[in-house]
């Protein structure tokens, strides 16, 4: 089956070709993983200033369709960088 790895943070980063994987377990792994990496890559910019991101994997190339199987959530927090005027939602570091 071909499963798609879309990247949600202050863009969307679509994965058009996707990737052939026998079963949804070795798709979890290659999720994990694959989030590693950009974990690694991003070491500051967005995620480390509240922005999280998400990897959605589904069964479309087009994110936002078709079925999705599951979804990577990721916020980093330091700190002093929440604001605590903003709601939970809006900040989900809180007040550290």
């Known amino acids: 089956m071909r499963y798609f790895f879309h990247i949600f943070s202050e863009t969307v980063l679509a994965d058009d070709t996707g990737t052939e994987l026998p079963d949804l377990q070795i798709a979890e792994d290659e999720a994990v993983m694959m989030a590693g990496q950009i974990l690694r890559d991003r070491r500051s910019g967005a995620l480390w200033k509240g922005t999280p991101f998400r990897m ?27 604001d605590a005027r903003k709601s939970q939602a809006d900040n989900p570091c809180g007040n550290i």
Request: proline letters at 11%; glycine letters at 12%; aromatic letters at 12%.
């Open 56 to 82: 959605q994997i589904t069964d479309s190339p087009t994110p936002g369709h078709g079925q999705t199987f599951f979804t990577l959530h990721f916020t980093a927090c330091e700190p002093g960088a929440s």
